[in-house]
Nanobody, 124 residues
């Protein structure tokens, strides 16, 4: 599975961005998907996960209520809608895929596939 993330950019605090991650080369609809981020000088951290059907989602406390993960299995794409952005959301955002939903948020070291990152910068 190849993952291609896009949609990053520069936005002012309080603004919104929508990230997309397009998958190819595999059976997208059978994979749970997730978003992670890595800020300068920090470790990569979990942001959000969504089950293969889209029926289950899970969020990091730091983004709960502001970010929404969704997917369109007809387009092999997962999205991350980010609202009320804060400067501390500044990071490179990565999408990930795995056939185990639990692994996305509990065991990221076991994740099968990672996309390249897309930069999100939130100015104050």
């Amino acid at each position: 599975v190849q993952l291609q993330a896009s949609g990053g950019g520069l936005v002012q605090a309080g603004g919104s961005l929508r990230l997309s991650c397009a998958a190819s080369g595999g059976t997208f609809s059978k994979n749970a998907m997730g978003w992670f981020r890595q800020a300068p000088g920090k470790e990569r951290e979990f942001v959000a996960a969504i089950s293969w059907s889209g029926g289950s989602t899970y969020y990091a406390d730091s983004v709960k209520g502001r970010f929404t993960i969704s997917r369109d299995n007809t387009k092999n794409t997962v999205y991350l809608q980010m609202n009320s952005l804060k400067p501390e959301d500044t990071a490179v955002y990565y999408c990930a895929a795995d056939n185990d939903y639990f692994s996305i948020y509990a065991h990221p070291g076991r994740i099968d596939y990672w996309g390249q990152g897309t930069q999100v910068t939130v100015s104050s």
